[in-house]
T-cell receptor, first 119, second 113 residues
Framework: GAVVSQHPSRVICKSGTSVKIECRSLDFQATTMFWYRQFPKQSLMLMATSNEGSKATYEQGVEKDKFLINHASLTLSTLTVTSAHPEDSSFYIC???????????????FGPGTRLTVL | DQQVKQNSPSLSVQEGRISILNCDYTNSMFDYFLWYKKYPAEGPTFLISISSIKDKNEDGRFTVFLNKSAKHLSLHIVPSQPGDSAVYFCAASADFGNEKLTFGTGTRLTIIP
């Protein structure tokens, strides 16, 4: 299966600072990537769709000015949490959808996730 | 509004026995369903899927059953092995091939040796 990496795996920051999370597709080019967020004991919630060469598409209720997404290349998408606050503490996961990997339908390949803790 | 629900947050099963994980959904537009397995500090990995035109799909020790009229699906693992201990998420999409997945809250499965 496809390999998707994320960096960093864990980050602790002070309230008010910005944090950048990288998602890389290691095996293939990905024109689309997805960003999810998971709060403790809750399900993974889709935040936004990252599109190479164009603006990201955000889900309802997700602040686009707070969660900046840049799909810089066909193998890299970044999520920047701007002016982070404690309520932004969560597990952030990226994924690559099937058609960009050429394997299967709906079988999104997920990165290992980034644990963000905002003090 | 939780459209995909896993009402059992945890489940313990003896090694060698059958594990049954359940999932209910409310959106009648969902037509493709998936199960993912997740270990701590890792992203989910795809396990098995089923489209709405089927009521059963089997892959080795894993079988997924779909009851569309009840809006219910289940994952059967038999025989259960210690390596199956993980959190299992069911997910659904409203359009076969559509990438947007709606996830359930997960069930933590513990296999007792």
């Amino acid at each position: 299966g496809a390999v998707v990496s994320q960096h960093p795996s864990r980050v602790i920051c002070k309230s008010g600072t910005s944090v950048k999370i990288e998602c890389r597709s290691l095996d293939f080019q990905a024109t689309t990537m997805f960003w999810y967020r998971q709060f403790p004991k809750q399900s993974l919630m889709l935040m936004a769709t990252s599109n190479e060469g164009s603006k990201a598409t955000y889900e309802q209720g997700v602040e686009k000015d707070k969660f900046l997404i840049n799909h810089a290349s066909l193998t890299l998408s970044t999520l920047t949490v701007t002016s982070a606050h404690p309520e932004d503490s969560s597990f952030y996961i990226c994924s690559v959808p099937p058609w960009t990997s050429g394997v299967g339908y709906n079988e999104q390949f997920f990165g290992p996730g980034t644990r963000l803790t905002v003090l | 509004d939780q459209q995909v629900k896993q009402n059992s947050p945890s489940l313990s099963v003896q090694e060698g026995r059958i594990s049954i994980l359940n999932c209910d959904y409310t959106n009648s537009m969902f037509d493709y369903f998936l199960w993912y397995k997740k270990y701590p500090a890792e992203g989910p990995t795809f396990l098995i899927s089923i489209s709405s035109i089927k009521d059963k799909n089997e892959d080795g020790r894993f079988t997924v059953f779909l009851n569309k009229s009840a809006k219910h699906l289940s994952l059967h693992i038999v025989p259960s092995q210690p390596g199956d201990s993980a959190v299992y998420f069911c997910a659904a999409s409203a359009d076969f091939g559509n990438e947007k997945l709606t996830f359930g809250t997960g069930t933590r499965l513990t296999i007792i040796p």
